[in-house]
């Protein structure tokens, strides 16, 4: 079993930044595939970003590509999500995801989730 924790969320201007951790704990973190997910207001889930166990790898979608990265921190078991120029239509709950075998570039796959972490974005 894997748990994780996210932080970090908040209220934010639009043009502002935030950066979200998530904490893991309970199975060696370098052997996992990372992605972060999120969740607006009546819409389903979707992808974010993700990240290979060593870090040497990263994708994103393409509404937060270049506003937002994602990193990692095998020493201290934390995935980061550092987000920029945020927008209005970024405000969601953040989740955090784990997988051994995860498709990096899809987000799918993912076998642990956190309970997510509020982003509001003002307009």
């Known amino acids: 079993q894997v748990q994780l924790v996210e932080s970090g969320g908040g209220l934010v201007q639009a043009g502002g930044a935030l950066r979200l951790s998530c904490a893991a704990s309970?199975?060696?973190?370098?052997?996992?595939?990372m992605g972060w997910f999120r969740q607006a207001p009546g819409k389903e889930r979707e992808f974010v970003a993700a990240?290979?166990?060593?870090?040497?790898?990263?994708y994103y979608a393409d509404s937060v590509k270049g506003r937002f990265t994602i990193s990692r921190d095998n020493l201290k078991n934390t995935v980061y999500l550092q987000m920029n120029s945020l927008k209005p239509e970024d405000t969601a709950i953040y989740y955090c995801a784990a997988g051994l075998s995860a498709n990096i570039r899809t987000g799918n796959g993912m076998d642990y989730w956190g309970k997510g972490t509020l982003v509001t974005v003002s307009s």
């Open positions: 990240i290979s166990q060593s870090g040497g790898s990263t």
């Open positions: 309970g199975r060696t973190f370098s052997l996992l595939k």
